[in-house]
Nanobody
Framework: QVQLVESGGGLVQPGGSLRLSCAAS????????VGWYRQAPGKERELVAS???????VYVDSVKGRFTASRDNAKNMLYLQMNSLKPEDTAVYYC?????????????????WGQGTQVTVSS
């Protein structure tokens, strides 16, 4: 059973920083494409950053230059460093990963989601 667990959310003043972490656990063979999404109240979930395996991250325009996504494949960890936060960044943030598992001689590929972590930017 594979799980993604986010942490690092909280309340921060405008201009502040937060670092979100996403820990993947379970019978993981490899983690391929990953992403960070967010959903603000009354809005649809949007992709904030995506990172194909072995490639640099790609960001939505609204966070370019402020957010940095990274990954540590050895530790099965994903990170989202968020700087110069704005009130409009307030949302629940989710990590997402395409993960391959191995069982009984077979490989399985599935997309997993974390449970979300609340980020609130307010003075």
């Amino acid at each position: 059973q594979v799980q993604l667990v986010e942490s690092g959310g909280g309340l921060v003043q405008p201009g502040g920083s937060l670092r979100l972490s996403c820990a993947a656990s379970g019978s993981i063979f490899t983690i391929n494409d990953v992403g960070w999404y967010r959903q603000a109240p009354g809005k649809e979930r949007e992709l904030v950053a995506s990172m194909q395996s072995g490639r640099n991250a790609v960001y939505v325009d609204s966070v370019k230059g402020r957010f940095t996504a990274s990954r540590d494949n050895a530790k099965n960890m994903l990170y989202l460093q968020m700087n110069s936060l704005k009130p409009e960044d307030t949302a629940v943030y989710y990590c997402n990963a395409d993960i391959a598992t191995y069982s009984s001689g077979n490989y399985f590929q599935k997309t997993y989601w974390g449970q979300g972590t609340q980020v609130t930017v307010s003075s």
